[in-house]
């Protein structure tokens, strides 16, 4: 632990973090009239009954079924589905099953061999010891730790810039910027991008940010946001980048918990035809987490002039400075810090069953070198390739296969600040045609909007570049996979479904292009160095065909290190509901051929448009709403975004429920935690269905919701067994 020089250890961290959306000791106090409670997390969501327990105690309780998701029907009907063997169009890294089953082998029985040839390409200022990994993944043999490339000194910047660069290559592309409208562009190569980052690192380090200090990031797809990532990490700074449609409340809540020296955003952006002012947000931000205790001293804006820049924009002297005033000054070269391997590289806040998200770490040398490994193999991406991944850099996917995977690789990618449908469907062929886009990569719900919109739009555009399409954030229906198949990828590119999470780094189960055949819907086979387990409810290895809790059994170089302040709910939450296994959250099958089928979350989260929402969250979030005296939220089918938050809401004595207040409490979502979390349905519910105990039965409420009635299963430890019928009555539909 002594690691993260201190990282971990700064008292407080978790008692701000409880301010979270959905920690809300606003609401709590609001309700309770306590004062102030830092130590309430779902219970907060139930005032004055009885407590729910957190997410550590709910989880088990969860784990007992797995819920029986579409997706096993149809992948079962669609496994018989043909798809081609191999596709002519490329050589690829990895030739066939036999080769991976050789490297395979390798990487589990040789890890330090296998990962210390690939982390010989890279440079390191020193290099690591021969014996570099070590790990435990047993809580009943000691605290979870995890290191790889022991006593090497590395800078993942210098890697995704200065090697190509010094190379030769300071001429390629790096960046293919494509904005909101049609005739916004930039291209910027590597020598650009570096003399950029430089500058920006060294006016960081100008302002007092030192290695292991947090950087908070809230800014739109413009280059400059993986620029500031790359800043941060030149002078080891760790970078917390905050989605750009995050709340206020959201934001504030995660630069007090990561104390952030500096902040970095824009003046607003432009989404679709939609102005959204940043730095307003940024600046409510600000203020929360002042009160609270934190005063970020410094904030940097990067004027975006397409969403009403300058004029537009307010600013604070003394405390806000102008990106390009703070870089002008700046010299275009600054000297690379350089850190452990174990050197934190960034924290990542996502949401788990409790109201109350985690800062996941992860950090430089393992994360590197798995980033690069799986960009590589998974998308068989040679230098100079241009790529495309949809994925905005708030999320993991942006970090690891934006700003990370394919720089170290030494690919031109685009960076899109718009929408996939803005100005029309066919805006993502238009791209790949422009920029001759090879490998293309983005998430179900994107594609099951397109394919929405008609085949016409993609038949327009040529998309003769396009080798490989890459799929994730959510299990992608077997439709979906046909269409992205056959009609935009004319039949001839493979996809790659990778299973993976904010907290596993990189990907852990997927397919490598044509080495082995293709199942529509299957995440298919383990990376290198993964050894995916299933496991029954009292943690028994499921062997051969069969369905499961989904575990990793041996420690992956881009494994979290830590919940960021908080190592014993990284070790409760990741390690504890199956002793010796890293649990994953999801479920999932395997076949008869050793394929792997995701089957989706087991626990409260909920997976909607790709972005991972815990229920209680949203949970926390609807009963800071003076009128709602208690809410409960399940996910449900939902045709575009693959889940849809339908929220369950008991209103206080004597309120009736009017339009008004449902509106009033999507909108107190949408301020808490941000737009994207906003629920789709509000099912009035005079009471819960809950256990004698006051377990609320979420078995029950999600059959309800998918009106499902009639399979509910055994409900005779419901306290109250008519709160059922009372509920479908309520549905109305
Ligand atoms: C990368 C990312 C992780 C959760 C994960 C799972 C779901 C992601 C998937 C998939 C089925 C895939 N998920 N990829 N489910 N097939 N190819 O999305 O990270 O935001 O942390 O979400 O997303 O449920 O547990 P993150």
């Not at 969250?617 to 045709?639: D, F, I, M, N, Q």
Request: with cysteine; aromatic share 10%; charged share 25%.
């Amino acid at each position: 632990m002594h690691l993260f020089k201190g990282l971990l250890h700064k008292k407080g961290a978790a008692s701000a973090a409880d301010k979270q959306p959905g920690g809300s000791a606003a609401a709590v106090s609001k309700a309770n009239g306590a004062s102030t409670s830092s130590h309430t997390t779902t219970s907060a969501v139930n005032k004055g009954r009885p407590v729910v327990p957190t997410q550590e105690g709910r989880s088990l309780d969860a784990l007992h079924s797995i819920p029986v998701h579409k997706l096993r029907a149809q992948a079962a009907a669609t496994e018989a589905l043909t798809v081609p063997e191999s596709y002519p169009h490329f050589t690829p890294f990895v030739e066939n099953k036999k080769q991976y089953d050789e490297m395979y082998k390798r990487s589990i029985e040789d890890p330090n061999g296998f990962w210390g040839d690939i982390a010989k390409e890279f440079h390191w200022e020193k290099q690591w010891d021969e014996e570099h990994i070590s790990y435990n993944f047993d809580v009943r043999k000691g605290p979870i730790h995890v290191e790889y490339f022991k006593g090497g000194l590395t800078n993942i910047c210098y890697n995704a810039l200065d090697r190509h660069v010094a190379a030769g290559h300071g001429d390629r592309v790096c960046f293919l910027w494509e904005g909101n409208d049609l005739d916004q562009d930039r291209k910027m190569t590597y020598g650009e991008v570096l003399e950029e980052v430089c500058q920006l690192a060294n006016y960081l380090r100008s302002q007092g940010v030192q290695k292991g200090d947090a950087v908070s990031i809230y800014m739109p797809m413009v280059c400059e946001l993986p620029i500031a990532m790359l800043a941060c990490a030149r002078i080891g700074a760790v970078h917390s980048v905050v989605f750009g449609g995050f709340s206020a409340e959201a934001l504030a809540g995660r630069m007090e918990d990561c104390k952030a020296k500096v902040l970095i955003t824009a003046s607003g952006v432009m989404r679709g035809n939609k102005k959204i002012d940043l730095k307003a947000i940024a600046d409510s931000a600000h203020t929360m987490a002042a009160k609270s205790g934190h005063t970020v001293p410094r904030v940097v804006v990067y004027e975006n002039e397409r969403a009403g820049g300058r004029a537009a924009c307010s600013f604070t002297e003394g405390r806000d400075v102008w990106y390009a005033e703070a870089i002008a000054e700046q010299a275009k070269t600054c000297e690379v810090e350089w850190v452990e391997a174990e050197h934190p590289l960034f924290l990542l806040y996502t949401s788990g069953s409790t109201g109350k998200p985690k800062g996941v770490v992860h950090c430089t040398g393992g994360y590197m070198v798995y980033a690069h490994t799986t960009t590589k193999y998974v998308f068989n991406m040679q230098p100079g390739d241009t790529y495309w991944c949809t994925a905005d850099c708030g999320w993991i996917t942006g970090h690891t296969y934006l700003t990370y995977g394919p720089l170290l690789v030494g690919a031109s990618q685009v960076v899109f600040e718009g929408v996939p449908t803005y100005p029309g469907p066919d805006r993502c062929w238009r791209v790949v045609d422009k920029y001759a886009v090879k490998q293309f990569y983005t998430a179900p719900t994107a594609i099951r909007s397109l394919m929405r919109a008609g085949d016409l739009y993609v038949k327009e555009h040529l998309r003769d570049s396009l080798r490989i399409l890459g799929s994730v954030g959510e299990p992608i229906n077997p439709e979906a996979w046909r269409w992205y198949h056959d009609i935009v990828g004319d039949g001839r590119c493979p996809i790659v479904d990778t299973w993976w999470q904010t907290e596993t780094g990189g990907h852990m189960i997927t397919p490598l292009p044509n080495a082995w055949a293709q199942k529509p819907g299957s995440a298919t086979y383990p990376f290198f160095g993964v050894v995916p387990v299933l496991v029954d409810e009292k943690g028994n290895e499921v062997k051969g065909e069969g369905e499961g809790y989904l575990c990793i059994k041996q420690a992956w170089p881009a494994t979290l290190r830590t919940v960021y302040g908080d190592h014993e709910r990284y070790e409760t939450n990741y390690f504890k509901p199956f002793p010796g296994y890293y649990f994953s959250g999801d479920g999932a099958r395997r076949d008869k051929d050793g394929y792997i089928w995701i089957t989706g979350r087991v626990d409260d989260v909920i997976n909607v448009s790709g972005h991972r929402i815990g229920t209680a969250e949203v949970e926390s979030a609807l009963v800071a709403h003076a009128k709602c005296a208690e809410a409960a939220v399940v996910g449900y089918e939902h045709p575009i975004k693959g889940q849809g938050i339908y929220a369950y809401v008991t209103l206080m004595e004597g309120v009736e429920p009017t339009e008004d207040i449902r509106r009033e409490l999507i909108n107190t979502v949408r301020g808490i935690i941000g737009a994207f979390a906003a629920p789709d349905v509000i099912h009035w519910a005079p009471g819960l269905p809950k256990t004698r105990s006051g377990k609320i039965m979420r078995r029950v409420l999600r059959k309800i919701a998918a009106k499902q009635e009639d399979e509910l299963g055994d409900v005779s430890t419901l306290a109250d067994p008519h709160v059922v019928e009372q509920l479908v009555a309520l549905r109305g539909h």
